[in-house]
């Protein structure tokens, strides 16, 4: 018999689980405090073609971009392009994106309730009781309650530049640890002179970006407009369930702690979370969740640690040596930007790079990132 099961938030996240959970049976209402679903936006929008069929919508034309490679310049000392003979990512219209989701999830007998700011816990004690079940799909809001603190402010800006400064199809990584020693920025080209330039940071972020914009010389014409999040970098929270509630998406941690990404680990999560509703198997939610992306999340976690502890000439030197190895090449013309951690555990064998990236006492930090408990 369906159960009634009450969504906070009407995100990306939320949606597919409820979309997940009509499929499977359920009643399903979201209560999203905002006005419209998709706005405001917060995110850049880039994903693997993967992540998209994660989605049960219609996606041609949701795709804004399709990008082949990534340019990767370190201040004035780096500067190298990777391009695979193939698009790798797509950038997409978020806000289309998840209003078609809405649509979905209406279309299938769904109930949303948009301006209805929910109280969570008060709404999950007043549902249980129905014997209802409360999902907290609330995002990043709903995790840095809980006492999270791996978070960083992102800040982005579409720009119309005065003369075509990025090719159509290939984005720029730009790292300048004088400038911002937390995160990289990065420029996605959109159509024509458009592209959206972002970072992150725990300090003043949009000075931050200002300022790198001025270093990169992008002869800007026009602001477009200027918009940003949460952006989460500590991995997944220690539980996915208190007692009333159950977190699926940037609630509960399902973010790459590389990038911040969280369309892919997070829409996983809603797929995993409504098969273990459907099969009263709830207590291994999380376990399940983990079990896809614990080797990707321990990878990204000493990535991320290698970022934060190396200055920009060891950062120049690895990249040195790791474009000229056969491995980060392989990577780059068939990887998959979600899952690739399977291949990067050749680059063991590389010598001359382990110097540099377990050099200064790195060594104990990854060893103990390796062997921490997710
Ligand atoms: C700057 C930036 C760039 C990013 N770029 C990318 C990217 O390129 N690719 C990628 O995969 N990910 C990216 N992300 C991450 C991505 O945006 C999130 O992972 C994704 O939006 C998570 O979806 P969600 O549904 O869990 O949460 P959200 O999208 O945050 O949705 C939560 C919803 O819940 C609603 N809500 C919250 N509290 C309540 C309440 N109490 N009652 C009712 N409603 C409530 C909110 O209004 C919101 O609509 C980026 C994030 C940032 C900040």
Same mark, same amino acid.
Request: hydrophobic share 40%; net charge positive.
């Given at each position: 018999?369906?159960r009634?099961?009450? =969504? ?15 499929e ?9 405090e905002?006005k419209?679903?998709g706005? @405001?936006?917060?995110?850049t929008? =880039? ?32 500067l ?14 978020? =806000?289309?994106?998840?209003? +078609?989701?809405?649509w ?14 929910t109280?969570?816990k ?9 014997n ?5 799909a609330?995002g ?5 309650k809980s006492?999270?603190?791996?978070i ?14 990025? +090719? ?11 400038l911002?020693?937390?995160y !990289?920025?990065? $420029?996605? @080209? ?5 592209m959206?330039i972002?970072?992150a ?15 990169l010389?992008? @002869? ?5 407009? #200027?918009?940003?999040?949460?952006? /989460?970098?500590?991995? @997944? ?30 829409g ?6 409504t ?12 376990? +399940?969740?983990?079990?896809? !992306?614990?080797?990707e ?5 000493i ?7 190396m200055d920009?000439?060891?950062?120049? #030197? ?27 555990h050749?680059?063991?064998?590389e010598?001359d ?9 790195r060594?104990r930090? /990854? ?6 408990? $997710?």
């Open positions: 018999m369906a009634e099961v009450v =969504i906070i938030g009407g995100g990306p996240v939320g949606l597919l689980t409820g979309i997940k959970l009509l499977k049976g359920f009643e399903v209402k979201i209560y999203e905002d419209q679903v706005y @405001p936006q917060h995110c929008g =880039i994903i693997s073609f993967k992540t998209l069929e994660l989605y049960p919508i219609e996606g041609q034309n949701l795709i804004i971009n399709k990008l082949r490679g990534v340019r990767l310049r370190i201040s004035n000392k780096f190298e392009e990777y391009v695979a003979s193939t698009p790798k990512a797509i950038v997409i219209d978020r =806000i289309l994106f998840e209003k +078609k989701l809405y979905k999830f209406i279309d299938m007998g769904g109930e949303v309730y948009l301006e209805k700011k109280i969570p008060i709404l999950a004690d007043d549902v249980k009781k129905k209802g079940v409360v999902i907290n609330g990043a809001k709903e995790l840095i006492g999270y603190k791996d960083l402010t992102g800040f982005q800006m579409d720009i119309e530049s005065i003369d075509k400064w990025i +090719k159509d199809d290939v984005t720029e990584i730009y790292v300048d640890k004088g911002n020693p937390e !990289f920025c990065w $420029i996605t @080209p959109l159509a024509d002179n458009y959206r972002g970072t940071s725990s300090g003043r972020v949009r000075d931050t970006l200002h300022r790198i914009n001025e270093n010389g992008i @002869p800007i014409n026009r602001v477009v407009r #200027e918009f940003g999040g949460v952006v /989460i970098t500590g991995g @997944p929270r220690k539980k996915f369930m208190d007692k009333n509630m159950i977190y699926v998406g940037d609630s509960a941690g399902m973010n790459k702690i590389t990038t911040g990404g969280g369309l892919n680990y997070g996983n999560g809603a797929i995993i979370l098969d273990m509703l459907y099969n009263d198997e709830l207590t291994n939610y999380r376990s +399940k969740w983990i079990e896809k !992306f614990k080797r999340l321990q990878i990204q976690g990535l991320r640690e290698l970022f934060l502890t920009e000439d060891e950062i120049v #030197e690895a990249m040195t040596i790791l474009s000229k190895t056969e491995v980060f090449n392989a990577l780059l013309a068939t990887g998959d930007m979600d899952y690739h951690a399977s291949d990067l050749k680059l063991l064998f010598k790079l382990m110097k540099i990236l377990l050099g200064k006492g060594f930090r /990854i060893i103990r990132k390796l062997f921490t408990k $997710i």
